[in-house]
């Protein structure tokens, strides 16, 4: 059996294990507040603490936030699984 819709899955488990990566890489080479240029003026990687979501929203609501991502998670896995083959730019824009 073929997997639908690859490239979604790609893209899905490149993406969860760069996060993880440059989050590690970040909590174990950075003090707090600190900024390391990568792209000097353009990109920078800074070590700070949010307890929400994008822009401190839900921010304190921790439980909460962990059941609405797992939903949503849950809800583009199936999604993935069970609608008819996307086309590539489908596929990238569900990730």
Excluded at 15 to 43: A, E, R
Excluded at 66 to 79: G, N, P, T
């Amino acid at each position: 059996m073929l997997l639908k819709n690859r490239l979604f899955w790609i893209a899905a488990i490149a993406g969860f294990i760069l996060d993880q990566l440059t989050k590690y890489w970040v909590v174990q080479n950075f003090s707090l507040g600190q900024t390391q240029p990568l792209i000097k003026g353009i990109f920078h990687f800074t070590y700070v603490q949010n307890t929400g979501a994008a822009f401190s929203l839900f921010s304190g609501k921790v439980e909460w936030l962990r059941w609405l991502s797992l939903l949503v998670s849950v809800a583009l896995i199936a999604f993935a699984l069970f609608s008819p083959i996307l086309s590539r730019w489908e596929q990238w824009g569900y990730v």
